[in-house]
């Protein structure tokens, strides 16, 4: 019996504080996530930031435009002109029938039974949450920092031996290349269109910042090489780059020629998820403790791709003195100095060319230098004269010698690599497992030895703790914002009590979806607790209204509960429909945020299922604990 204008400004008063602090609530659950160290909140920043300013427009929308535009409907009494519209009536008709009836039935005795039992209920809560707990630590639903994108390139990188030509390289790329067509081959695509739709090789610059490589510079060196598969877009293909990866790597096998393979297929690489940084008191400590620690990995199921980042260098001859060589007056420096000029060259004069001055070289021809066999035989000047085979004046020893040392602090040191199957085990694990029982004994069996965790573990370090803490500023900003908001102390934490169980459903959506839990799944988490808590703090705030009109404490919150079911229901289903689209998208654009849109999508809808009968019965049981110990209040534990 309202008019229209009187109507809407009565509704958008009295709505106006439970939507001014559902919006805060969510922009400070948000909050957070703009300030995650690393590459990754780099990468992430603009989801929370593009959320916080989309809240911040639909306060102003929800409060000042709306209620104009609702002003001007005339929905009581109004009949549709067309068949169409009747059609839509009779429908809306009907559904708000079953609605109401739903409310007053099944509901009704839903709600009486939580706030009666709120016991029973809050139990219930509790052994879903630890459940739900167990799932993760049990590893039914896998913890990796970064999820696996499906993308279009698949990589394989190769080092030969020092020294190599770019020929022997480029040799082994192309043996490399035809097991990668031929895995082509075998996985042809359903839709009859080739797998692979390009093919890239590079000798000599690898190609360290090209797709599914860690970024890192760009160096000539002709011993190195890179194979890169173009495959068809991910939206058309039913293989996936990672199953091209496993199968092109079981193709190739281990190569004589090439002293270190690996292979890469995603979009982005944080470095490699086991990355240990070895360091000891001596070289051959250190040699030691690399190479026990590779044996356990290759040991370790679902490890692959275990390797180090040492250079063996160049091959050389190194040269040592016999007894005689003093007695004929051969010393180191005249030994050197002759095998170069044979070997390499010794300068014999230089020619002016134009503005160019060429230096002419003169050495042993091709033909007495080229086997190794030459250099034992060539024969020494002595100093008197006389000419004696080196292999008479030297003993000669093949090896080689890094062409590069990295040390920190003085000390030399290593780092160890490798890659896991997620089907099989997580990075999270095989790490854990390191620092708790290998490196332990590494340090017992080598004195001095240190480790640094890397890679994907070094990230995750700075990454997990910033937002950890960041989480708990904003879970305290939340509970003032509250606790000014409703002049209470208890009633916040009654409402905060409903971010658990949005893990919860979160924790649900990953597992029947098959998918593991990841940093974008902790964004999701995080952004969920400024949205989940939006029902319970409606529940709670006409919780209060109906208190104030005088009714009991268990009837006020049933009348609470069922009459704003329509609203908390509608929009955790229309959050979920929003974000729907998102979960079944299979863009690489998408791969990122489908972790978080699970999160947000099915843990707003099933944590709203749970908050609907846990927020009355956390609200019962805290009036109960006060009427028994404390001073009566007709407000739910309003101070």
Not at 198 to 208: M, P
Not at 226 to 247: A, G, K
Not at 273 to 301: I, K, M, N, W, Y
Not at 445 to 459: I, K
Request: hydrophobic residues 45%; charged residues 20%.
């Amino acid at each position: 019996g309202v008019p229209p204008m009187e109507a809407a400004v009565a509704g958008a008063h009295r709505v106006a504080l439970p939507v001014v602090l559902a919006v805060s609530t969510t922009v400070a659950a948000f909050v957070p996530l703009l300030f995650v160290p690393g590459m990754i909140g780099k990468f992430l920043f603009q989801i929370p930031a593009i959320v916080i300013i989309v809240l911040a427009v639909s306060v102003v929308e929800a409060l000042f435009i709306l209620p104009h535009h609702l002003s001007r409907l005339q929905i009581v009494g109004h009949q549709p002109r067309t068949r169409a519209g009747a059609w839509i009536a009779n429908r809306r008709h009907a559904m708000d029938g079953a609605l109401r009836r739903f409310v007053n039935g099944p509901l009704d005795r839903a709600l009486r039974f939580a706030t009666t039992h709120y016991g029973v209920v809050i139990a219930t809560g509790v052994v879903l949450f630890v459940l739900t707990l167990g799932v993760i630590k049990g590893g039914y639903v896998r913890f990796i920092f970064f999820p696996q994108v499906e993308g279009r390139y698949v990589t394989a990188t190769l080092d030969l031996h020092q020294g190599a030509t770019a020929e022997a390289t480029l040799a082994a790329a192309l043996e490399i290349e035809r097991a990668g067509r031929a895995v082509g081959e075998e996985l042809k695509d359903p839709s009859g269109q080739p797998l692979i739709h390009a093919v890239y090789i590079t000798v000599g610059l690898q190609d360290r910042t090209g797709p599914g490589a860690a970024a890192a510079l760009n160096v000539l060196q002709g011993n190195k090489s890179s194979v890169v598969f173009e495959l068809l877009d991910p939206e058309i293909r039913t293989i996936t780059s990672r199953e091209f990866e496993q199968r092109w790597r079981r193709k190739v096998g281990m190569l004589p020629q090439v002293q270190k393979l690996s292979f890469a297929s995603n979009v982005i690489n944080l470095g490699s998820p086991v990355q240990v940084q070895l360091s000891a008191r001596t070289a051959d400590g250190l040699a030691q403790a690399v190479q026990s620690l590779q044996d356990e990995l290759r040991r370790t199921e679902g490890v692959f791709d275990v390797r180090d980042d040492r250079d063996p260098g160049k091959r050389e001859v190194q040269f040592r003195l016999k007894p005689n060589a003093r007695s004929l007056g051969v010393t180191v420096d005249t030994l050197s100095q002759q095998v170069r000029a044979a070997f390499f060259g010794a300068e014999a004069l230089r020619v002016q060319r134009g503005r160019d001055e060429v230096r002419v070289y003169v050495r042993l021809p091709r033909s007495e230098r080229d086997a190794l066999s030459d250099l034992s035989r060539y024969r020494i000047r002595t100093p008197a004269g006389d000419y004696v085979p080196l292999h008479e004046v030297a003993e000669l020893e093949t090896g080689s010698s890094p062409s590069t040392i990295v040390r920190e602090g003085g000390r030399r040191v290593t780092t160890v690599l490798a890659e896991v199957d997620p089907a099989v085990v997580t990075g999270q694990l095989v790490n854990a497992r390191l620092v708790a029982e290998s490196l332990p004994r590494l340090q017992e069996e080598v004195p001095g030895l240190t480790y640094t965790m890397g890679g994907e573990q070094r990230e995750q370090g700075k990454t997990l703790p910033a937002l950890a803490r960041n989480f708990a500023l904003s879970m305290f900003c939340m509970y003032a914002l509250l606790a000014l908001a409703f002049r209470s102390y208890v009633q916040p934490i009654i409402v905060l009590a409903a971010i658990p169980f949005g893990l919860v459903g979160a924790t649900v959506g990953h597992l029947l979806l098959g998918l593991n839990l990841g940093l974008t799944s902790i964004f999701g988490i995080v952004g969920l607790a400024g949205i989940i808590v939006n029902g319970s703090l409606v529940l709670i705030d006409f919780t209060n209204e109906e208190l104030r009109r005088g009714k009991g404490p268990q009837e006020a919150i049933v009348a609470a509960a069922k009459s704003r079911f329509r609203p908390i229901l509608l929009t955790a289903v229309t959050t979920f429909l929003g974000i729907a689209p998102l979960i079944v998208e299979r863009s690489i654009q998408a791969q990122f945020l489908i972790p978080l849109a699970i999160s947000i999508g099915v843990g707003v809808l099933l944590g709203t299922a749970l908050l609907m009968l846990l927020t009355p019965a956390l609200a019962m049981w805290v009036e109960d604990l006060r009427h028994r110990f404390g001073p009566r209040s007709r407000a739910v534990v309003a101070e």
